[in-house]
């Protein structure tokens, strides 16, 4: 099993933001948590990258577990995060933002090819690589966010809500640069308040609500499921 989580619980003080929450991941998946704020999605995924203790519960890993593994030592086993908000350092370069993703990273002649991947990816970063990424328009700052991550060379990629705040056509081009990268063999785990969009793009999704995981399946399934329907979809 490529990721599993197991009967995951995490308090913040008396709050409980997840209870037992279990499910899995398999290598080459897009699976998508949805649900309504607050629910708990952006916890659970700051607990897969090592930014929040869960108070019980097991994360394994490709075969080991993971549970209170650092979150520097998550980076260099392949999990990566591109968070809400983005988390750019908004006074340093586009370029300096981007290699700082592959600070676990040693090996320099790689990191460069790395860095020209991410330009090919998202050409207008190398235009702009020299400015200050806190002067990007709200589509370029995600690219960066994305192209971040991936300089750490993930297995695991998590996004917190890549969709947010943008344009269609911004959307466009960074959800088909994800299929790209699953295509490649990267695995996704995205969390999206666009129940539309998630469900259209993943292979599988589950739904979170007060905590707890209350359905799961085939991303069509979903799309078709009435209290889905109701409760994201729009009816």
């Given at each position: ?8 619980s995490?308090n ?5 933001a ?13 699976v ?5 704020n607050?629910?708990g999605?952006?916890?659970?995924l700051?607990?897969l990258?090592?930014?929040a203790?869960?108070r ?13 593994l ?12 591109v968070?809400?908000g983005?988390?750019l350092?908004?006074?340093l370069?586009?370029?300096?933002n981007l ?5 676990t990273?040693?090996?320099r002649?790689?990191?460069?090819r790395?860095?020209?991947?991410v330009y ?5 970063l190398?235009?702009?690589r ?16 994305v ?7 993930p ?6 809500e890549?969709g947010?705040g943008?344009?269609?056509v911004?959307v466009?081009?960074i ?17 999206e308040q666009n129940?539309?969009?998630?469900l ?6 589950y739904?979170?609500e007060?905590?707890?995981i209350?359905?799961?399946?085939p991303?069509?399934?979903l ?5 889905v329907?109701e ?5």
């Amino acid at each position: 099993m490529f990721l599993l989580v197991k009967k995951l619980s995490v308090n913040y003080g008396k709050i409980e933001a997840l209870r037992e929450v279990s499910l899995q991941i398999e290598e080459g998946e897009i699976v998508a948590l949805i649900g309504a704020n607050g629910a708990g999605k952006t916890t659970l995924l700051r607990t897969l990258s090592g930014l929040a203790a869960p108070r019980s519960g097991r994360i394994d890993y490709l075969g080991r577990e993971i549970t209170r593994l650092a979150s520097d030592r998550r980076v260099r086993e392949g999990i990566a995060q591109v968070p809400e908000g983005r988390g750019l350092f908004s006074v340093l370069s586009v370029e300096d933002n981007l290699l700082l993703g592959a600070y676990t990273r040693k090996d320099r002649d790689a990191i460069a090819r790395d860095l020209r991947e991410v330009y090919r990816r998202f050409p207008i970063l190398e235009e702009k690589r020299r400015q200050y990424a806190g002067t990007l328009s709200g589509g370029q700052q995600q690219m960066v966010a994305v192209g971040r991550a991936l300089m750490s060379r993930p297995k695991l990629l998590l996004l917190d809500e890549p969709g947010m705040g943008l344009a269609p056509v911004i959307v466009d081009e960074i959800f088909s640069t994800l299929s790209r990268l699953r295509d490649e063999g990267t695995t996704i785990f995205l969390v999206e308040q666009n129940a539309h969009l998630a469900l259209g793009f993943a292979d599988r999704a589950y739904v979170l609500e007060n905590g707890r995981i209350v359905r799961e399946g085939p991303s069509r399934e979903l799309l078709d499921d009435e209290s889905v329907k109701e409760a994201y979809l729009g009816g």
